[in-house]
C-alpha cells in the first residue's frame, strides 16, 4: 500500500511542487483545500505525473468540523499517513494594525487550524508508528519586526507547537519537520516590497524532501536564510527597534 500523503493549503505553489514530487514517487495524496476546481486540476495533473491515488477535499482551517473526511481518510488508509501544512494567509501589517478583527483569522490560518488539525491526526499516526508531518513555518516567526509582526507571531506560534508535537510523536515513530521558507515565489508574496534572493517552489519542494530523507527537525530554505535569521536574531533590542524591516 503506498503511503498517504494529506496536504493542507494544497492551491499554495509550494504545496503544488511538493505534491508533484510525491506523486512522481508513487504516493497517495489528498489535496485539501477551499477552491475545489483548482484542487480538480491539481488532482489531475497529479494522476498524469503517477500518483497511486489522488482525491480532494474541501477543508477550512477556520472550520473544524470540516477536518472529518481527511481524518477518515486517514483512519481507513492501510499504510503510513503523512500530513504536510502549507496553509496560510497574510494581510498587510498595515491592514492588522488598521482592523484588528482581522488578527485573529489570520493566527488560525496560519497556526492554531493546522495545530489542531494535527492533534486531531495524532491518535492515528501513533496507532500506526510510523509517519511524516511537514509544517511549514516561515522565518518571519523568528523574530517579530516592525513590517509584519502580526504574521510573523502566528508563525512563531506554530513553530512553538511543532517543536513540542516533534517531542511527543517521535516516541511512537512519527517525524515531525519544521519548515522555514524565505522569500519564495507565490501569491502570498507577489508584489511585496523590499524583497531578495526569491526562491522558486520548486527548489522550496526538493528542500523539504531532501529534509525529510535526512530526517532534519528544522530546515531553512534556501539554506542561506540561516545565516540571515541568525544575524537578525542576534541584534540587540535597543538597535533592532529603530530597523525599519
Partial sequence: MADLWLILGASSAMARAFARLQAEAGAAITLAGRDRDDLERSAEDLRLRGAADVRIA??????????????????????????????????????????????????VDNFTGSAEFLLALAPEQIKRGAGEVVGVSSVAGDRGRFSNYAYGSAKAGFQTFLSGHRNRMARDGVHVMTVKPGFVDTAMTWGLPGLFLIASPADVAVDIAKGLRKKRNVIYTPAFWILIMTIIRTVPERIFKKLSM
Fill in 58 to 107: 474541501l477543508v477550512d482551517l477556520r472550520d473544524s468540523a470540516s477536518f472529518t473526511p481527511l481524518l477518515e481518510q486517514a483512519e481507513m488508509h492501510d499504510g503510513m499517513v503523512n500530513a504536510a501544512i502549507f496553509a496560510g494567509s497574510m494581510p498587510p501589517q498595515e491592514d492588522v494594525q488598521d482592523d484588528p478583527a482581522l488578527f485573529a483569522p489570520m493566527v
